[in-house]
């Protein structure tokens, strides 16, 4: 064979190669982004309720205090979804609450928890989304009335409540507490329900997963904070770990309402490893005493 065929095919071989070993990646950090994704809950909150609805095309009614928000289609359409988004703008739409067109998302969009999620972890979450089929869903208008529709008000109550990531372990953790701390706090955002919100609908820190008979769509959530009396702190590790797979309780009970759609489209999904973490750093944390209770009507 002539030298210059050969150079030509190892040249091509080579490329080839490069090529095969690119679309593997590619392959293995969307695969990483559908486990993410679903630790995210994402799916529950951006699909609708509708029988047969394209997951992630958005149109699913939240009902808050303050209104009904609609999630919008995220899926890779480059008209109605974010097709056209690049790895900047999902970063800062995630982690940073913040619009490609510069406008503050309302915090029905847990980025306040989002925010401390790795860039890496997220991009992987954009790799996998943008693997999905296309809706042409238009967005719904949220139905919220003002001074709460105003989207600029937002500015001040992020200057307010949001505390921009990353996410920071506590001191001397374990890397199994490390590990449940970053998908409780950042991924599974567990907080954004179990913690209770001021009037501003901003999580009061100061009672960190202590329950709220408040919640949304008017639901009571308890306390999960390893209280003895008034919180978890009976439920032993592997009653965790099997409650987040399965919805059942100690007591046999089935679990309900949102709770069990985070089981069915998240935690449920999740390794037998990262379950544990989770349940390891919640009895790690600190326990509060907080009695969660529906008012009588
Ligand atoms: C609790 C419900 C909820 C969850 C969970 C949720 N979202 Fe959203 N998301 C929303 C709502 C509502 C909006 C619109 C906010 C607004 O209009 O200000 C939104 C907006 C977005 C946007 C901006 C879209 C646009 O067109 O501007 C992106 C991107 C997004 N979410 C991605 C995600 C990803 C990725 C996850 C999982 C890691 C996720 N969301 C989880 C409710 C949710
Ligand atoms: C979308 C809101 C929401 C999110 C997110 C959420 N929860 Fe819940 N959780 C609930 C509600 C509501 C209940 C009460 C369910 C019921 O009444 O059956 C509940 C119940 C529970 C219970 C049962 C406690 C008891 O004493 O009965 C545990 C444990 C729990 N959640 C853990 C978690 C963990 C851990 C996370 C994060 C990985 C999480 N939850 C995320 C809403 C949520």
Redesign the pocket.
């Known amino acids: 064979m002539p030298l210059r065929t050969m150079t030509f095919c190892g040249v091509f071989v080579g490329c080839m190669l490069m090529l095969w070993q690119s679309l593997v990646i590619a392959e293995t950090v969307a695969q990483k982004g559908a486990y993410l994704?679903a630790a995210?809950?994402?799916f529950?909150?951006?699909t609708n309720t509708v029988k047969d609805s394209q997951p992630f095309a958005g149109g699913r009614a939240?009902k808050t205090p303050f209104g009904v928000?609609y999630?919008?289609n995220?899926t890779p359409d480059t008209k109605n979804g974010?097709g056209g988004w690049s790895d900047a703008q999902?970063l800062k739409?995630?982690k940073n609450g913040v619009?490609p067109s510069g406008h503050p998302?309302?915090p029905?969009?847990?980025y306040t928890s989002?925010t401390k999620i790795t860039d890496e972890d997220a991009l992987a979450?954009k790799a996998y989304?943008f693997t999905l089929p296309k809706a042409a869903t238009i967005?719904k208008p949220?139905e919220v009335s003002a001074p709460f529709s105003w989207r600029w008000l937002q500015w001040g109550w992020r200057l307010l409540f949001f505390d921009e990531g990353p996410y920071v372990a506590a001191s001397g953790a374990s890397e199994k507490i490390a590990r449940g701390g970053y998908l409780v706090q950042a991924l599974t955002?567990c907080g954004?329900c179990h913690t209770p919100r001021n009037v501003f609908g901003a999580v009061n820190n100061d009672l960190y997963l202590a329950g709220t008979a408040d919640g949304g769509e008017g639901e009571l959530v308890p306390n999960i904070t390893p209280d003895m009396e008034t919180g978890i702190g009976d439920w032993s590790e592997a009653d965790l770990v099997s409650f987040m797979k399965s919805g059942m309780m100690p007591d046999f009970d089935n679990v309900q309402g949102s709770m069990a759609e985070v089981i069915d489209h998240s935690l449920s999904k999740l390794t037998d490893g990262d379950l544990a973490a989770i349940a390891g750093y919640l009895k790690s944390i600190k326990p509060i005493r907080n009695v969660v209770t529906k008012p009588k009507s």
């Open positions: 994704t995210g809950g994402c529950g909150c951006h939240l928000f999630s919008p995220i974010i999902f739409a995630l619009s998302y309302f029905v969009f847990p989002y979450i989304l967005d949220h955002h954004e």
